[in-house]
């Protein structure tokens, strides 16, 4: 009897073990020809992410095989994340690249939950790649492109999203900013990075207006954000502001290129304590990008600040304690210029050194405020249009 105690007990074990493993996939595959009936394997993949997410109650990669996807929102939203330890992670599998058009009001992949990564995906139709209220987020090396619906960023993560990663995509032609990071309200992101990505073409739904219609696109826009790298990033033909980082504390804006924008290249509005440094900002002349004002067209200026007020939620920033240094500005309207949108607080506190300013209309043009003071203006290079 003894001898079948410890059977039963070594049966009872094993067969307690099956579940237990099968609860610890990690991988799971979806094909354009898949069923979400399958295991998700390589053979006998699923057919939505959804599916796939909920077969990983732990976190862990789905591998999107190589073809295109049509999807709407029942098959492409991650209400589910990982863990620290397992990130939840999108992905076009190893030596394959999965295109999803995303369905009329859906986007390619919408996450909500933390420790989740995009990656290698290419993106277009109506939406493109958002995480909202999810923290510790990488979206990494995808192609965003040809969105059609209404304002619709290509790269979004807002919600009071904190400890985000958006490094080394490319973004073409899509109807409003190009990638937009935080929110209307101050500080309701932190620990941002914004590195080496392409982006062409933003705010496209402009492009046929030569003036304001109610809201700007940029090509990279992080907004309210505490503690932000901007980095090397290569931001050209914009159809509205270059490079942003409104209504943020500590914000790094280093190593950038920015060339042709409406508005202006590199934008800061109600701004403080923030680097901008060794950035390249030019103007090529060309007429699509130049804006009229009522009195003329003119090219963009390169490094805007401002303190406007209206539109964010709650009191702004003041506009202090920011640096302008080594850049390089070739061909702009104003080198450095600041306008007081109804705020009345001035702009305080900003040091402007060693920048070097070529063909341009002027150097610095500080206007519309008698609160400006503390301002610096040393060793720069200026070279008259």
């Known amino acids: 009897s003894l001898i079948v105690i410890v059977a039963l007990a070594v049966l009872a074990g094993f067969l307690t073990a099956v579940p237990s493993a099968q609860a610890q996939t990690t991988r799971v595959f979806v094909a354009p020809d898949g069923n979400d009936a399958n295991p998700g394997t390589r053979s006998r993949p699923k057919a939505s992410i959804v599916a796939a997410m909920e077969a990983l109650p732990s976190g862990g990669d789905i591998n999107m095989r190589g073809g295109t996807y049509y999807y709407d929102s029942s098959e492409s939203h991650l209400w589910r994340g990982g863990t620290a330890q397992r990130p939840l992670v999108v992905k076009s599998a190893t030596g394959e690249r999965a295109s999803i058009v995303s369905a009329p009001g859906s986007m390619c992949v919408l996450a909500?939950?933390?420790?989740?990564?995009?990656?290698?995906?290419?993106?277009?139709?109506?939406?493109?790649?958002?995480?909202?209220?999810?923290?510790?987020?990488?979206?990494?090396?995808?192609?965003?492109?040809?969105?059609?619906?209404?304002?619709?960023?290509?790269?979004?993560?807002?919600?009071?999203?904190?400890?985000?990663?958006?490094?080394?995509?490319?973004?073409?032609?899509?109807?409003?900013?190009?990638?937009?990071?935080?929110?209307?309200?101050?500080?309701?992101?932190?620990?941002?990075?914004?590195?080496?990505?392409?982006?062409?073409?933003?705010?496209?739904?402009?492009?046929?207006?030569?003036?304001?219609?109610?809201?700007?696109?940029?090509?990279?826009?992080?907004?309210?954000?505490?503690?932000?790298?901007?980095?090397?990033?290569?931001?050209?033909?914009?159809?509205?502001?270059?490079?942003?980082?409104?209504?943020?504390?500590?914000?790094?804006?280093?190593?950038?290129?920015?060339?042709?924008?409406?508005?202006?290249?590199?934008?800061?509005?109600?701004?403080?304590?923030?680097?901008?440094?060794?950035?390249?900002?030019?103007?090529?002349?060309?007429?699509?990008?130049?804006?009229d004002y009522g009195f003329g067209a003119f090219v963009a200026s390169a490094f805007m600040f401002g303190n406007e007020s209206g539109w964010y939620q709650g009191a702004g920033n003041p506009t202090s304690g920011n640096i302008v240094r080594n850049n390089v500005v070739i061909n702009v309207h104003r080198g450095v210029g600041f306008l007081d949108y109804g705020s009345s607080a001035g702009m305080n506190t900003t040091r402007i050194a060693n920048n070097t300013f070529v063909r341009v209309h002027c150097g610095t043009d500080f206007q519309g405020s008698s609160a400006n003071y503390g301002n610096e203006f040393v060793n720069n290079i200026v070279v008259p249009a």
Not at 122 to 127: H, L, Q, R, W
Not at 153 to 164: A, L
Not at 243 to 270: E, H, M, Q
Request: charged share 20%; net charge positive.
């Open 112 to 291: 909500l939950g933390d420790y989740t990564r995009i990656r290698n995906i290419n993106c277009t139709g109506s939406g493109g790649i958002m995480a909202y209220g999810a923290n510790h987020v990488i979206i990494y090396g995808n192609y965003v492109h040809d969105l059609t619906a209404d304002r619709t960023q290509g790269i979004n993560v807002s919600g009071g999203s904190s400890n985000v990663v958006v490094r080394r995509n490319r973004v073409l032609r899509v109807p409003h900013t190009g990638i937009a990071v935080g929110d209307t309200r101050a500080y309701s992101s932190r620990n941002v990075t914004v590195d080496r990505n392409w982006v062409r073409k933003a705010n496209h739904q402009m492009r046929f207006n030569s003036a304001w219609q109610g809201g700007w696109g940029s090509g990279i826009s992080v907004i309210g954000v505490n503690g932000a790298k901007i980095t090397r990033n290569d931001v050209r033909r914009i159809y509205g502001e270059g490079i942003n980082c409104p209504l943020s504390n500590n914000c790094r804006v280093r190593k950038n290129t920015v060339v042709d924008a409406w508005n202006s290249l590199f934008y800061a509005d109600n701004t403080t304590n923030s680097v901008w440094e060794d950035n390249v900002a030019k103007t090529t002349g060309d007429r699509r990008f130049t804006r």
